[in-house]
């Protein structure tokens, strides 16, 4: 009651659920008290007054009626072992395999009808547990804020001049296809092993691939916010799973929108896993389909609707769909227990087998979709993008913490692209937050707001990509790479030289003071 009843006194003027900032109001009680109008604070105080005497009248007649009497010893010991596991049940939502999040409560395109319907106590919680280690103190400080955000602005400089136009039109189609976990080691141009992913390999002939792409982080909330709102992953914690937070953030498809595209979101798991459907609301997309609204007949397994059937939704969508249209897919079947329906075709791998067939399966998905979508009348005018959440452990088992695991491919493809541009291979180094200010830059909509997003197609773009993990972070730039361990006080070792080390030193702490001062602020 005590919660309810803050949280309705602070929206209108927070308007946003209580998070961890109230709780640290809470040290000055009086300036709380003080701050709130007369009338609000009497009629909340009479409503948690109410709600008690009511709350305690009912408790008191429950139990009375209800409570149980045990007449062997053995039958509360018996009745304690089966009442927790039905409250923890309970308590996760059920048996099902992700438990719920604030994301179940997500039912309509307006925020204030989703808000409302989050349990504020529940809301509270997440967003203690998930800043209880720092609350409001940065914990990668390592020098005075001016100069380390004196480093990061130098690094995100924009060049005077955009980059050459690329696309035969400013208001293509846009597709974006999100792949779950790809690794550039499934890609035969970026190193990889061939036979994996063929049909990929075909699409870069007439594409524009990125061959030096990284992830900054390694879970899918933490890429759908690198890629839909250029915001990096930082340590610890994602920002996507606070509504408090995430709502400050820029948005491509609120660019897009606001530029008259219709613009759609598929997924064929459950969207409230890492409290992604909260996140795709806020994003504000016209329509959203995850697993439970599939009209086409599809397949299942353990996690979803396998890719093939997915990509088959949204091409019967978009036959339909006005134009310009910007419609996003976030692929399943390359995400464990790997249980696509098609046999394993790759007999090697090791470890990850299992991993690199899957991948194979949501590649001939993509072959077969650009068989029928090059029938589509809108086929022509559409530019399509290819891009991984995150990277993923592969057959060369490098250290997740390293540059070379972070490594992502990135493509784009279609008809749109000018003649010369295509079959070009980028060298240049970027990150995966840079993709969604690239796409504003191209459609020549405003992209300010994007401070930590580049133009991958601009070459006078800061050339440096970066990587964070929960106790550190790194940068990679022509002259080589640096990460630096948090936990362990120290760099991991490199080939930097010593005249050089210095600077990457610095700018991979200022990278992580100024980006995790950032989350806290917001």
Request: glycine residues 6%; neutral net charge; charged residues 20%.
């Amino acid at each position: 009651l005590l919660v309810v009843a803050g949280e309705t006194g602070l929206y209108a003027e927070w308007q946003t659920k209580l998070s961890i900032k109230a709780l640290l109001y809470l040290a000055n009680p009086s300036e709380v008290v003080n701050s709130a109008q007369t009338h609000t604070l009497v009629i909340l105080t009479s409503f948690v007054v109410a709600g008690c005497v009511a709350g305690g009248m009912f408790y008191q007649w429950l139990f009375r009626r209800m409570r149980p009497t045990f007449s062997r010893w053995w039958q509360a010991p018996v009745f304690f072992f089966l009442a927790v596991p039905v409250l923890v049940t309970g308590a996760r939502g059920g048996l099902q395999e992700i438990p719920i999040n604030q994301s179940q409560s997500y039912f309509s395109r307006h925020e204030m009808l989703n808000q409302t319907a989050v349990n504020p106590v529940f809301n509270l919680y997440i967003s203690w547990f998930e800043n209880r280690q720092f609350r409001d103190s940065n914990p990668f400080r390592y020098m005075d804020d001016e100069s380390a955000a004196h480093i990061v602005d130098s690094l995100f400089a924009r060049p005077a001049r955009p980059a050459e136009p690329i696309l035969t039109t400013s208001r293509p189609n846009v597709v974006m296809w999100i792949l779950e976990g790809w690794s550039a080691d499934l890609i035969e141009s970026l190193g990889g092993e061939a036979g994996i992913t063929p049909e990929f390999r075909k699409l870069e002939e007439e594409g524009i691939l990125f061959r030096e792409a990284y992830a900054g982080g390694k879970r899918s909330e933490q890429g759908l916010a690198a890629l839909l709102s250029a915001f990096p992953p930082h340590p610890y914690t994602s920002i996507t799973v606070q509504p408090d937070k995430y709502r400050h953030l820029p948005s491509v498809v609120h660019k897009m929108n606001a530029a008259g595209y219709h613009s759609s979101f598929y997924f064929g798991g459950q969207l409230i896993y890492g409290n992604i459907k909260s996140y795709i609301h806020y994003n504000d997309f016209h329509r959203i389909k995850e697993i439970y609204d599939f009209k086409l007949p599809n397949r299942q397994g353990k996690l979803g609707i396998h890719d093939e059937y997915t990509l088959a939704e949204q091409l019967l969508d978009l036959s339909s769909e006005p134009v310009p249209f910007f419609s996003a897919l976030f692929t399943l079947s390359s995400h464990s227990p790997y249980d696509q329906p098609m046999e394993e075709k790759l007999p090697w791998g090791g470890n990850e087998r299992k991993y690199i067939n899957s991948a194979y399966y949501t590649d001939a998905c993509l072959g077969r979709y650009f068989q029928e979508a090059r029938k589509q009348p809108w086929y022509d005018n559409t530019l399509f993008i290819l891009v991984a959440d995150h990277s993923h452990n592969s057959y060369r088992n490098w250290h997740p913490n390293s540059f070379a695991y972070n490594r992502i491919p990135v493509l784009f493809y279609g008809k749109v692209i000018r003649e010369e541009y295509r079959g070009m291979k980028i060298d240049r180094l970027v990150s995966q937050t840079d993709v969604g200010t690239t796409l504003l830059q191209m459609l020549q909509l405003p992209d300010d707001d994007f401070r930590w997003g580049r133009d991958m197609l601009n070459p006078a773009s800061p050339a440096f990509s970066y990587i964070t993990f929960d106790y550190g972070s790194g940068i990679k730039g022509p002259e080589g790479e640096y990460v630096w361990d948090h936990s362990r006080n120290k760099a991991w070792p490199h080939q930097l030289p010593d005249s050089l080390h210095a600077r990457y030193d610095r700018n991979a702490k200022a990278f992580l003071q100024v980006l995790f001062g950032e989350y806290l602020a917001y």
